[in-house]
């Protein structure tokens, strides 16, 4: 009798324990993602004798306990004959302002030359490579269109294409990996700030990006490229990563990596989104939003990774999103709050600029036009329909 009435009890106990269990495996597994860099068995014996260039910058690390080593230090401990570094927007060191040209230099510490693609030059071209075997790419990327290191690696792989050099790719999680939303890019808005018909946030790591490109053929060479993706271990698209080194100067933490496809949009407008401030991409504001309406203010000024912020030295009134919980989406609430609230709406947006960051000229009118922040969102689905079919020929990862 006891032992009948105790059964259900113990049944669910015992489901309980095995739930609990669950979670915590799971969410160990998380904590225990592998980047690519990491797996050094992979790759370091196809760079064996060879005379190799790497594409990284301040992100491109291997971890270890209490800490982490350079790509290109472990690479030179190992004997690796690296022959130069190309770096992308913002520098080998990850601390040039956004857009800010950066120039050809040799690194200090270990005299090797540094071919900036953000300079006078944005694809390596025949010379840089003529004597390399193989190239290596290993950014971290945030999974925002309009962020650069994509399009730097769509460059890249056509020059390595062109040039008949084999490419390997590290494979970094994407903080913004867990969900694909926004406007896709109409191809005639095409520019650096987006260079294929993707959405604003895409959900793919850019191991699997570099697949998509040569997959779907989106590579502007006829010529084949010998691609190696290394792909990360115990990650899935729904795994929480916090980054460890900023990616760029402009997105210090876990706060501004995710809210940076919702207030990246800014960026195309006169309103500033905390450039210039210790909370960038965690705030926006401008001199001409209603102070009446928006109860928070803030004063831009130059500082590190912002020498020359909008609205520098005026005061701004707007939002601060420091402590908001972050979407799952392209939240447009509040480029459309900013908007409704602006003194001088000719004022607001920077059309060109808007347009490229958004990928579409439509955007900017159905804000102008008072549509809905639903009616907009409508109006991406087929779209968006569309790229996740393709995406998924794509995934590397759950």
């Not at 609990?20 to 592998?34: D, G, H, N, R």
């Not at 890249?156 to 790719?169: F, Q, R, S, W, Y």
Request: net charge neutral.
């Amino acid at each position: 009798m006891n032992t009948v009435l105790n059964y259900p009890k113990n049944k669910v106990l015992y489901l309980v324990i095995a739930l609990l269990i669950s979670f915590i495996e799971t969410t160990y597994a998380q904590q225990k993602i592998l980047v690519a860099a990491n797996k050094t068995q992979n790759y370091l014996p196809l760079l064996e004798e060879k005379k190799v260039g790497l594409v990284v910058n301040a992100t491109s690390v291997i971890f270890k306990k209490g800490g982490y080593t350079h790509l290109v230090d472990s690479l030179r401990s190992h004997q690796v004959n690296i022959k130069k570094i190309f770096s992308p927007e913002h520098g080998f060191r990850t601390d040039a302002d956004a857009g800010e040209k950066v120039q050809d230099e040799l690194d200090s510490k270990t005299g090797l030359p540094i071919v900036s693609l953000y300079g006078k030059n944005r694809k390596p071209s025949a010379d840089h490579l003529k004597d390399l075997d193989l190239l290596i790419f290993d950014i971290q990327d945030v999974g925002v269109r309009f962020y650069t290191y994509i399009a730097t690696l769509q460059l890249v792989m056509e020059a390595c294409a062109e040039n008949d050099i084999p490419l390997i790719v590290l494979d970094r999680p994407n903080p913004n990996g867990s969900y694909i939303d926004g406007p896709v890019l109409e191809k005639e808005h095409s520019s650096f700030l987006g260079m294929n018909e993707i959405p604003l946030v895409y959900g793919m790591t850019i191991g699997e990006y570099a697949m998509m490109l040569q997959g779907e053929k989106w590579l502007r060479v006829s010529a084949d490229l010998d691609l190696r993706i290394i792909p990360l271990d115990g990650y899935t698209h729904q795994s929480s990563y916090h980054l460890p080194i900023k990616p760029s100067p402009n997105l210090p933490d876990d706060q501004s990596i995710g809210l940076y496809p919702s207030l990246g949009l800014f960026e195309g407008t006169h309103v500033n989104a905390g450039r210039g401030t210790s909370y960038q991409f965690s705030r926006f504001g401008a001199s001409f939003l209603d102070e009446t309406y928006f109860d928070f203010s803030y004063t831009p000024q130059p500082n590190k990774g912002s020498k020359y912020p909008k609205e520098e030295g005026k005061l701004c009134f707007g939002r601060d999103l420091s402590a908001v919980e972050i979407p799952k989406k392209v939240n447009l609430k509040w480029l459309m709050e900013a908007y409704e609230n602006c003194v001088d709406k000719n004022a607001f947006f920077s059309t060109t600029g808007f347009t490229r960051h958004a990928g579409t000229e439509l955007l900017q009118q159905q804000i102008e036009n008072g549509l809905t922040e639903d009616q907009i969102r409508m109006s991406w689905q087929k779209d968006l329909n569309k790229f996740k079919s393709i995406r998924k020929k794509y995934l590397l990862y759950p």
